[in-house]
């Protein structure tokens, strides 16, 4: 009884390490693009910062032109103080966008430095080492499952054995429960 329930855990420790390994599998496919497609919309954003600080840059040089040029040409000094709110306000509102971007970049990160820790715990179970031992297991209760049926049949073999015997020996009292009334009443006969 104990070796089948050896049997048994053997059994179930097997499936379960087979459904860790398929469980893995899923996990590091689903994950896996999730962590790509992350690490991609990183870098886009990235790009895109770095293109619209240039374009902003070259803008505000452009802009920057225009102020000394008419600064040069002496034009009034409202309109150059209207230029300079205007930019002002671009500028703060393209700090805003720059500031906003820069959040979503850290946010990014940190998705991209959870997702990269949780695929490192998933990458702490060795399919591999997994299956090996899935391997010797499956291996040890073979063994173990042929050992038990020879110990069956070795059983029933000395069931059989036992009640040939226990039958012999009904059959042997038997015998000699007749035989006794024979040999007591022929001696009483003699008497």
Known sequence: MPERTDEKETMLTANKLEKIIELEDTLRKEYQSKLDAAAAELEQCKQDMAQQRQELQATIDKQLETIAELSSKSESNQRTEQL????????????????????????????????????????????????????????????????????????????????????????????????????????????
């Open 84 to 191: 300079n709110r205007e930019l002002t306000n671009r500028a703060d509102k393209l700090q805003a966008e720059v500031t906003t971007l820069k959040q979503r970049v850290k946010s990014l990160q940190k998705d991209l430095a959870s997702e990269r820790e949780e695929l490192k715990t998933l990458k702490q179970f060795d399919p591999a080492r997994m299956k090996k031992n899935l391997d010797a297991g499956k291996k040890k209760l073979a063994e173990k499952t042929k050992a038990a049926d020879l110990l069956q049949r070795n059983l029933n073999k000395t069931k059989a054995e036992n009640s040939e015997l226990q039958r012999k020996v009904e059959e042997l009292e038997a015998k000699l429960a007749d035989g006794e009334t024979p040999v007591e009443e022929s001696s009483e006969e003699a008497a």
